[in-house]
Nanobody, 122 residues
Framework: VQLQASGGGLVQAGGSLRLSCAAS????????MGWFRQTPGKEREFVAG???????KYADSVKGRFSISRDNAKNTVYLQMNSLKPEDTAVYYC?????????????????WGQGTQVTVSS
């Protein structure tokens, strides 16, 4: 089972990026999918999650700017990031877990991608 995150890069403040996470090895249609991020010296934090039924949850810091979506047919989850700020700079990880709702708790997520770097310049 693998999760492959991509789409990170360098962008100016106010810009946009779209992250993708492709899952392989099994079907994740009935899994909750999430995005987390981590900066050096800090704990990994929840960014956004989407349940298999489409329910979503966002961290307060990204509400109104980020949007999570998924294409179950492609076994792929996306994170559209708009109005990016320098404080959004981090390594972003996608994750999958068996839970009925989009929850921000790391221990719910069994599978993790390798991370993709997002850097927002001021």
């Amino acid at each position: 089972v693998q999760l492959q995150a991509s789409g990170g890069g360098l962008v100016q403040a106010g810009g946009s990026l779209r992250l993708s996470c492709a899952a392989s090895g099994r079907t994740f249609g009935n899994y909750v999918m999430g995005w987390f991020r981590q900066t050096p010296g800090k704990e990994r934090e929840f960014v956004a999650g989407m349940s298999w039924s489409g329910g979503t949850k966002y961290a307060d810091s990204v509400k109104g700017r980020f949007s999570i979506s998924r294409d179950n047919a492609k076994n792929t989850v996306y994170l559209q990031m708009n109005s990016l700020k320098p404080e959004d700079t981090a390594v972003y990880y996608c994750a999958a877990g068996r839970a009925p709702h989009a929850v921000p708790t790391m221990r719910v997520y069994e599978y993790w991608g390798q991370g993709t770097q997002v850097t927002v310049s001021s």
